[in-house]
């Protein structure tokens, strides 16, 4: 021990030393202790250095303080040294520091009073918490309540909450949270909203039990123990309140700064309701009761809101609103009574004015006479043996009795309201276990201390004793299962001043005795406790200085009560006269039911409540209120004793959680921490005590595995063996000399307090000695690096020098050479400028005289040439004049032909015209079309005259032409003559030409003088060029410039417009997404409710049949009836849920059973009005059907005659087309040889003939056809019509008139028949005309084009022209490509109308050639035809053929479609369908029956097989819908039947990737878009519940895999736990690691693709799985402060690289799982970064984006250091994080919703199977499906 002690207190040892302020304060040692000092050598923090004395008797030496890496644990008992300061210090760190309210001490949860509101409670902590270990997750109310609810599932036995703490400390707020955890996890919100009016209780309590005190603005001032009740499947069903020690004294007194209960200042802040106008209220000033604390409002408090909280609660608890009006009547009675202001008559009595205001409006809300309340307020009736007497009572007196009955009113509405709660709480389910919430006052302490608190302090001394004995009976069972030695522990017991206080004799006793004295008084009670406790009780002292007072020695504080006030407030008196007269109201029955027996009271619903059935467990029986006689005589006291007897047997009933209530300041500050108070509350709550009482023992338990991983660096290689036990005894005995501090269990290492310090201490210096080694090795490896470095640098630099000498030389080498060279080419350049020189001028000479010599040959071959110009000329002159002859003569040669031939066509146009007179009779309209044809005939001959005469006129100018060039010609003959004349002037020419040769000299010299001149301007204008260039050059530049800039800002602006687009594209995919999420989670909600629906009407089958007796099924019936499935119509469903509702038993919740009653009624009544609607249609369609045969049978006649008629005619047809079919057959068999069949051969002709023949005979046939319909849709028209006023031709006058004549039925059917004729005359008239107007309007359209292209053309040509040559070609060049571009493009277009005519063209050939071989090949077999008797036997076809032609369709009957849905759906296997057969196989063999329901247009057939499927699959995803493989099946063919139902629906969008077989597949009779979405929203269904399928299986793997577990081993080290040991990180047999989740994920991949499921599909699945990953992972991590570590970051960072690996190997890098990771992957970023400074802060920030604010302070807070060297995050910057992120918009949740499910899409992918090759294996027995 002295060794450890001098290890320990060495110099830099941290200590507490205590202070007045602030408790405990820090200190360092400045020099080693030795065992001889007298004193200790301290520093302060803040650097005062200071001298310790010791106490020279005990030498006890100051607390150490806890390494830092253990400080801000979440278990005060995982701390090394056990003691009051390292407590406080660890509950200020977490609170201050952390922001962390909750905190473990043992079984205790210590909850510290924030006094602001934190984001850690919503839905998303409470499922987070939901299903988790108790020590797994950070300290939490839900925590508790998660342990105690498993505890009871677990153990089948009851639980407690017991809640505890001052006034102040959120007790209330505590247990409500309790609650609403048990309503949000085990609750079920159909089943009668029970959890509902659990939580609804909370506000009613509230509002007349809480009131604002100096401590709390919601204080409770009553105890109250709620009982929640839990059914045999552990939900909610009810509940039950016990309330103890109402605050009465409240309601007529409340000191400064407080208030009276909330109800008054609610109803006050409403008193201008209507409903509230005849209660007389005003403000909360105005009355006595309400205005005495000077503060009737609370900051950030709305009254009238929190009254309508309240009435919602009363409502939604079963108070109806004529009980709510009563009990607020009640309460405004309260108020005004405390207004009535009584007077002194004398010294002895006293009066109230007459028609005092208030007291009149007391007595008319609660219905009594004014007069008998006046009386008794003021006087009061004693009684004596013998006779009875009324006495007047003075002012204060009657005052005193006012604020009593005020008291005991207030007081029995509270019981009222409480018992009608527990009677709205209460359900006929039978209760199979209950958990507990108390919700119960502190310990208290004032300066002056009454009765109240005496109460108060004698429960808390109960509760502290059954804390005491839990907490030593935890202890002892934890010693007794680790087989250590057991050793009694001295622990504070309390019983003695129990005793003191309840035991015979006792305070109580004596009290209770007091109050029966006639004469009683507190005086003497005072006297008689000093008399029987002064000397024989130690606890009990008399103060020095007061007779009437005492003091008790209570666990945690000496507390002086005055006995003033203890018999008065013991007796609780209340004028009984008063009473009567409240009683004897007649108006007021709620007023006369508050103090009437329990029995005789109403519900507030106005219902008897139910006696049987039901058992109440725990419930208080109210013994005190048999009679109100008896109520009085039982004092306060003695009820309250019993009332806590109770409770405390309850509590021993059940197992205790305790939550303890820590009130941080008297200011109500938010996150400050006083430690004055905080000390005093740790010290009465008996956290202290449990603190203790785990140091004396052993408080440090660490398992052999933990143990050895976290010092296996104190271990050497040798110390280890494969015995993990046995090396840790070895190593322990070498470290730890006294075998006292520590003991060996059979699983776990109990240390001493202290040890687990100095083993820290130990591993400390082995890591910091390590560290030095490694840094030596380190620095070493620098140095040397360092050296290498400048030695490579001095080799270099020799290098590059000895280089530059090396050049210098090879430089001057160099330029010596060169100088050679240049002299060398100077001495050649000068000499080749000579020889040039010379070279020039014998070539000047040559070329004078070479010119010379070219000149007269020159001037020789330009005569020749000239004269045989001038004979071309000639020449073609004469050719010209020859071939205008010849044309002339043509032309005239064809206008003689062609008007010989149009005399021929006009002949034969006159008698075509003379042939048209016939259509003259049918109508007259004809002739003027004629005539204005006639007239077009004549204008035309017309113009042909015109013609003609220019055409003779154009031939006598041909003629004065020709004439007029013969005279040209002969002039130009003589010309001829003239020019061989004038030859001989050449002499004279060439003189000439010599003066002009002379002349030219002369020009020449003007010319070299004009040259000269130019060659000055020439130079000028290059200057000036030159400038202009250089101004164009900057011009240019200016140019460029202006064009980049405007380039930049175009760039810009293109960015710019395209981040927006972005943006807002983002934005509506982000909006799309929404609300495709928003309509799945619809569906999914609406899913829900229809599973609900069938398990709600499943149950009340169930119900019904095990009511009936006789109709009992055992559970094998039950089963097998499950697996059969047969189909009820809606209809059939209703009447079987009327007939179950009328069937339900009285076992079923009420009011559930009332809703389906009123339910089935209303089906039932809409099943009878639509069943009366459907009998009155059928009867007026049978009647309206009589009518109409009558009328038609008439007009049938003349119909079925010429329908006969047709029948033969078409007989006929048939017959010929047989014999058409006989003789092509007659020919194939003929002609059977090799080329038969080719084209050209008889056959093939004989078959075209027949094609062609059956195209026209079936164009005459549809033409018939047409007008067959067009006559049987008049005659309809005209028989349904014939009430109407006039038809289409004649007025109704005159068919009314036809139809009165004699033969009345062959008139009518002679006028029918004309006027059918003149209808079908008129429609083929207006058809010749629509086709005349049409080819017109197309005429002039065409001709308009013309026009614009004529127009057109002359602009362009007037634009040419104006253009240069080389433009102009260019522009026509354009212009003919444009031309040309647009006429390919109509052609394209065309072609493609074209395309698709021909295809729907051949499809409709294909079907009819079918139909016709069909047809005839039937009727072949049957019979054959005329020609074909005996003399043409039919010889077999010996045509090759393949096998039977499939159209990829599956035939089945119609009761053949259970047994279909039956095999394929319910009773199909995924795991053999999947691994033997193609995928999606049900979902092809589903579509191929479908499109044979279409082929025969069947759409009853399609209907009822969509359905069924649909229904079908439901069904079996209900069955097993925990089975992933079955949903994964189901999801991958529900996905490929959509995909076929989009593939052959016949939409272009859908046809583009199909084969043209699989066009020829397509749906052709129906249109089934709306069932695609039906089947949509079926498979968005299965998706969602494949998730969840998926979820529920990776769920408990994802936290142990991704952060218990120590995927790279060593790296992080495992710190001291406390009692709430966590799961271990090191992995055992059953323990999940990453290896498990990759081996899952790629289980669920393999699967998916074996069932066929899309590709993009997969990709959706595994995004989500991946998203939940990360959220789960992300949540545990905010929620565990153990986890928050550099080396659990760089755990997490490895697994998620892991996982990464794992999508790259799938190929699914691209799905978008990635991103989904990247908040979880910015918090394990977050954790290892540095965290100091302002750029280290700058850095998280921009680093963190995925995260929100509060998760990244939330990280930044829990971060915990797992060794000494690593440094906590200090305040500062986390407050530099949170002002950087103010700006930041985003949501304040604190985690992320694991829920969550990404919208889902199905992509349209299409099948390249083909339906024809699908073969249908046995093992489906599918074998009544027949392939069509």
């Known amino acids: 021990m002295n060794r450890e002690l001098e290890y320990m207190f060495v110099q830099s040892a941290r200590v507490w030393i205590p202070d007045a302020e602030e408790v405990w304060k820090s200190a360092e040692l400045t020099k080693d202790y030795k065992n001889d000092d007298a004193s200790l050598q301290l520093m302060l923090e803040d650097g005062t250095t200071i001298d310790h004395k010791l106490d020279p008797k005990t030498k006890n030496l100051p607390y150490l303080r806890n390494p830092d890496i253990l400080v801000g644990e979440n278990d005060l008992t995982a701390l090394s040294y056990l003691h009051e300061p390292a407590v406080l210090h660890n509950l200020k760190v977490r609170f201050i520091d952390s922001k962390l309210i909750y905190t473990y001490c043992g079984i205790v949860l210590v909850a510290i009073n924030p006094y602001e509101t934190l984001p850690i409670y919503g839905t998303d902590i409470i499922n987070a918490y939901s299903g988790q270990n108790m020590g797994d997750m950070d300290p939490h109310i839900f925590a508790v309540a998660e342990e105690a609810y498993k505890q009871m599932a677990r153990d089948e036995r009851n639980q407690s909450i017991i809640v505890s703490g001052e006034s102040g400390a959120g007790k209330t707020v505590s247990a409500k949270y309790a609650m609403r955890y048990f309503a949000t996890v085990s609750g079920s919100a159909s089943e009668a909203n029970v959890e509902e009016k659990v939580l609804a209780s909370n506000p009613i309590m509230e509002a007349i039990g809480n009131a604002k005190t100096t401590r709390n603005d919601n204080s409770s001032r009553f ?15 009810g509940a039950n309140m016990r309330t103890y020690l109402l605050e009465k004294s409240r309601v007529v007194f409340q000191a400064d700064e407080e208030r009276n209960y909330h109800i008054f200042y609610q109803l006050c802040a409403s008193a201008n309701q209507p409903e509230f106008k005849n209660l007389r209220l005003s403000t909360a000033n105005d009355f006595l009761y309400t205005r005495q604390g000077r503060s009737p409002v609370i900051e950030g408090v709305d009254d009238a809101k929190e009254l309508r909280t309240t009435r919602h609660a009363f409502t939604l608890l079963g108070i109806n609103e004529s009980y709510q009006i009563g009990l607020f009547q009640v309460l405004a009675a309260i108020l005004h009574l405390g207004n009535v202001e009584i007077k002194d008559r004398d010294s002895d009595s006293s009066l109230i004015a007459p028609k005092n205001r208030h007291l009149t409006a007391f ?43 005020s008291k005991h009113i207030y007081a029995k509405l509270f019981n009222w309201i409480v018992e009608h709660v527990n009677k709205a709480l209460v359900t006929n389910v039978k209760q199979h276990s209950f958990i507990g919430v108390l919700d119960i006052y502190g310990f208290e302490t004032f300066e002056i201390n009454s009765f109240e608190q005496f109460c108060i302090n004698y429960a808390n001394e109960k509760l502290q004793q059954q804390f005491n004995m839990h907490v030593f009976k935890l202890e002892q069972e934890e010693y007794m299962k680790e087989q250590i030695p057991w050793t009694l522990i001295d622990f504070y017991d309390n019983q003695p001043c129990i005793n003191l206080i309840e035991a015979k004799m006792g305070i109580l006793d004596l009290l209770d005795e007091e109050c029966k004295m006639p004469k009683g008084s507190d005086d003497s009670w005072a006297q008689k406790l000093y008399n029987t406790h002064l000397k024989t009780c130690s606890l009990f002292e008399k103060p020095r200085m007061s007779n009437r007072a005492f003091i008790i020695q209570h666990f945690a504080d000496k507390v002086e009560y005055q006995c003033e006030g203890f018999l008065e407030k013991n007796k609780d008196t209340v004028n009984e006269e008063q009473i009567h007269v409240l009683k004897a109201s007649k108006k007021f029955d709620l007023l006369v039911e508050l103090f009437q027996d329990e029995e005789k009271a109403t519900t507030p619903t106005g219902q008897v409540p139910g006696t049987g059935g039901r058992t109440r467990l725990s419930i208080k029986p109210d013994k005190g209120r048999d009679t109100s006689s008896k109520e009085h005589k039982k004092t306060v006291g003695c009820q309250f004793r019993n009332s806590l007897q109770m409770l405390m047997e309850t509590l021993n009933a059940t197992t205790p959680h305790y939550v303890r209530c820590i009130k941080p300041n008297d200011f109500k500050l938010a996150f400050s921490f006083d430690p004055k108070r905080a000390v005093q509350q740790l010290r009465a709550c008996g956290v202290l005590e449990t603190i203790r009482i785990s140091a004396a023992g052993f408080p440090s338990r660490w398992t052999y595995q933990e143990f050895f991983s976290r010092y296996r660096v104190l271990m050497k290689q040798k110390d280890v063996l494969p015995d993990k036990k046995l090396t840790c005894k070895n190593v322990l005995e070498k470290l730890v000399q006294d075998q006292d501090k520590y003991q060996f269990g059979k699983t776990k290492i109990f ?43 001095a080799i270099t630099i020799q290098r590059f020098t000895r280089g530059y000498q090396a050049r210098c030389l090879a430089k001057f080498m160099r330029r010596t050479q060169a100088a050679t060279v240049i002299q060398k080419y100077q001495r050649m350049c000068v000499e080749r400028k000579r020889y040039r020189q010379k070279q020039a001028a014998a070539l000047a000479m040559q070329t004078i005289l070479r010119a010379y010599m070219a000149r007269q040959k020159y001037q020789a071959l330009l005569r020749e040439h000239k004269a045989v110009i001038i004979q071309k000329h000639v020449r073609g002159w004469l050719a010209r004049c020859w071939y205008k002859r010849c044309l002339e003569a043509i ?54 005259r015109v013609v003609n005469e220019r055409l003779v006129s154009l031939e006598s100018s041909y003629a004065s032409e020709s004439e007029r060039m013969r005279g040209e010609l002969g002039r130009l003959r003589g010309v001829e003559e003239d020019a061989k004349n004038k030859t001989n002037q050449v002499s004279s020419l060439l003189e000439e030409l010599e003066k002009l040769r002379k002349e030219l000299s002369v020009t020449q010299q003007e010319k070299k003088t004009i040259e000269d001149w130019a060659q000055k301007y020439r130079d000028e204008m290059e200057k000036m060029v030159s400038e202009l260039k250089d101004q164009n050059g900057l011009l240019k530049k200016e140019k460029d410039d202006l064009n980049r800039m405007i380039q930049e800002q175009s760039q810009q602006m293109t960015e710019k417009m395209t981040r927006a687009i972005a943006q807002e594209t983002q934005q509506l995919e982000t909006d799309l997404n929404e609300e495709r999420s928003r309509y799945q989670n619809l569906l999914t909600e609406h899913l829900r409710l229809e599973e609900k629906y069938d398990d709600l009407k499943e149950e009340l089958a169930h119900s019904t049949n095990v009511s009936k007796p006789g109709h009992r099924r055992t559970d094998s019936t039950h089963s097998s009836n499950e697996s059969e499935y047969t189909y009820n119509s809606e209809y059939a469903e209703l009447e079987d849920g009327s007939r179950v509702g009328e069937d339900v038993t009285r076992g079923m919740d009420t009011s559930l059973t009332l809703k389906l009653q009123k339910r089935v009624t209303e089906l039932e009544q809409e099943k009878q009005s639509l069943r009366n609607e459907l009998e009155n249609r059928e009867e007026q369609f049978q009647r309206a059907r009589a009518r109409d045969d009558a009328q038609f049978r008439k007009a049938r006649g003349a119909e079925l005659e010429y329908e006969s008629l047709k029948r033969q005619e078409l007989e006929s047809e048939n017959k010929k087309l047989r014999h058409d079919l006989a003789e092509m057959r007659q020919s194939l068999l003929g002609g059977a040889a090799a080329g038969a069949g080719a084209p050209g051969s008889p056959a093939y002709k004989v078959l075209l003939d027949q094609l062609n023949a059956s195209c026209e005979e079936l ?21 349904h019509h014939k009430d109407e006023k006039e038809t289409m031709t004649e007025p109704s006058v005159f068919a009314q008139d036809v139809n009165k004549l004699k033969d009345a039925d062959e008139l009518k059917q002679a006028y029918v028949g004309l006027k059918d004729t003149n209808r079908l005359l008129e429609q083929q008239l207006q058809a010749q005309r629509r086709t005349y107007d049409s080819e017109v309007e197309s005429l002039r359209g065409e001709l308009q084009n013309v026009k614009e292209e004529n127009n057109r053309q002359q602009q362009l040509l007037a634009q040419n022209l104006q253009l240069p040559p080389e433009a102009r070609i260019e522009a026509s060049l354009q212009h003919e490509i444009t031309r040309l571009t647009n006429e390919n493009l109509d052609l394209m277009e065309q072609l493609e109308k074209q395309d698709r005519t021909i295809r729907k063209l051949k499809k409709q050939l294909k079907v009819y050639s079918k139909r016709i071989g069909e047809m005839g090949a039937g009727q072949a077999e049957g019979q054959t035809s005329p020609g074909q008797m005996v003399e043409e036997p039919i010889h077999p076809v010996n045509i090759p053929r393949r096998e039977k032609d499939f159209q990829g369709m599956l035939e089945y009957k119609k009761e053949d479609e259970m047994k279909l849905v039956k095999n394929l759906i319910l009773e199909l296997k995924p795991r053999g369908v999947a691994v033997n057969l193609i995928p999606g196989l049900p979902a092809y063999i589903l579509f191929m029956c479908l499109r044979h329901a279409d082929y025969v247009n069947d759409d009853q057939k399609v209907r009822t097989l969509l359905t069924s499927t649909i229904n079908s699959i439901k069904k079996i995803l209900k069955k097993r819908g925990d089975d992933f493989e079955t949903v994964s099946f189901w999801l991958a063919n529900t996905c490929r039947f959509l995909h076929c139902l989009k593939q ?70 495992v710190k001291p736990t406390g009692l709430r040991k966590r799961t271990s990180s090191i992995a055992d047999e059953g323990t999940y690691t990453l290896d498990s989740i990759l081996r899952q994920l790629s289980a669920f991949h393999s699967t998916m693709c074996q069932h066929g499921t899309d590709p993009e599909l997969i990709k959706q699945v595994v995004k989500q799985l991946f998203y939940i990953i990360g959220a789960v992972t992300l949540n545990n991590l905010l929620l565990r402060k153990d986890m928050c570590s550099w080396s659990k970051g760089m755990q997490i960072r490895y697994n998620v690289s892991q996982l990464e690996e794992w999508l790259r190997d799938k190929g699914l890098m691209n799905c978008g799982a990635k991103e989904t990771l990247e908040p979880l992957i910015q918090a394990a970023q977050l954790l290892q970064v540095k965290k100091k400074n302002e750029e280290d802060a700058e850095a998280i920030c921009s680093m963190c984006h995925a995260l929100t604010t509060a998760q990244i302070v939330k990280v930044l807070n829990l971060y915990t250091p797992v060794n000494e060297f690593e440094e906590r995050v200090s305040v500062a910057f986390i407050r530099t994080i949170q002002t950087r992120l103010r700006d930041r918009s985003e949501s304040p949740q604190l985690l992320m919703d694991t829920k969550m499910i990404y919208p889902v899409t199905f992509p349209f992918s299409p099948s390249s199977l083909a339906l024809e090759t699908i073969q249908i294996p046995t093992s489906l027995n599918l074998s009544f499906l027949t392939r069509v």
């Open 223 to 237: 105890g109250k123990y709620i009982e929640i009740g839990f059914d045999n499947r552990y939900r909610i069903i």
């Open 363 to 405: 007595c008319e809300l609660v219905g009594v006479t004014y007069q008998d309340m006046s009386q008794w307020l003021c006087h009061r009736k004693l009684k004596t043996a013998t006779e009875t007497y009324i006495k007047p009572l003075p002012r204060l007196q009657a005052t005193n009795a006012r604020d009593a009955l």
């Open 751 to 793: 240390f001493r307090a202290g040890q687990v310090a100095y083993l820290e201490k130990l591993r400390a210096d082995k890591l910091r000695a390590a560290c030095i080694r490694i840094q030596k090795t380190i620095r070493c490896w620098l140095a040397r690096k360092k050296y290498l470095r400048q030695r490579s640098a």
């Open 891 to 944: 032309v005239y040669l064809q206008c003689c032909i062609r008007r010989m031939r149009a005399k021929r066509e006009l002949k034969k146009l006159k008698i075509e015209a003379r042939s048209v007179e016939h259509f003259k009779k049918l109508n007259k309209g004809m002739e003027n079309k004629i005539m204005q044809l006639q007239r077009k005939i004549d204008e035309q001959n017309k113009d042909n």
């Open 1259 to 1279: 164009e005459v046939r549809k033409e018939e056809v047409l007008i067959l319909r067009s006559q049987l849709v008049s005659q309809k028209e005209a028989l």
């Open 1544 to 1613: 052959y629906s016949g939409d272009e969008g859908f046809m583009k990737h199909n084969t043209s077989r699989q066009n020829e597949h397509c749906l052709s009779n129906f249109d089934l878009a709306e069932y695609r979405q039906v089947i949509s929203d079926l498979a968005i269904q299965i998706y969602q519940q494949l998730v969840k399928c998926m979820e529920n299986i990776l769920q408990p793997m994802i936290v142990s895999g991704m952060l218990e577990h120590e995927t790279i081993q060593g790296v992080s080290g």
